[in-house]
Nanobody
Framework: QVQLVESGGGLVQAGGSLSLSCAAS????????MAWFRQAPGKEREFVAG??????VYSDSVKGRFTISRDNGKNTVSLQMNGLKSEDTAVYFC??????????????????WGQGTQVTVSS
């Protein structure tokens, strides 16, 4: 059974940094497309960043500020967030695909989700 557990969320001032971590069990993260999504109050869940083999994909809104990485030894996926803005406030979710996905940005392609971690950026 695949389980994903996020950690690292919290409250930070605008311009600050946070690092999120997603610990996976039941599957090696190296064998799947892994991604981060977020959902702000009253909005739909949106793609933030994904990693597929050595390829990294980012949404336009976070490109240049966020970095997704994978540690195969620890079986974790991380999201380093720098230059945070108030519009980054959301619940952040880690997601794992059924395997290597062709469409990395589509939430319906992911089979497994973590419980989410809250990120709040104060202005």
């Amino acid at each position: 059974q695949v389980q994903l557990v996020e950690s690292g969320g919290g409250l930070v001032q605008a311009g600050g940094s946070l690092s999120l971590s997603c610990a996976a069990s039941g599957t090696p993260v190296s064998s799947r497309t892994m991604a981060w999504f977020r959902q702000a109050p009253g909005k739909e869940r949106e793609f933030v960043a994904g990693i597929r083999f050595s390829s990294r994909v980012y949404s336009d809104s976070v490109k240049g500020r966020f970095t997704i990485s994978r540690d195969n030894g620890k079986n974790t996926v991380s999201l380093q967030m720098n230059g945070l803005k108030s519009e980054d406030t959301a619940v952040y979710f880690c997601a794992a695909g059924s395997g290597i996905l062709s469409s990395i940005r589509e939430s319906h392609m992911y089979n497994y989700w973590g419980q989410g971690t809250q990120v709040t950026v104060s202005s």
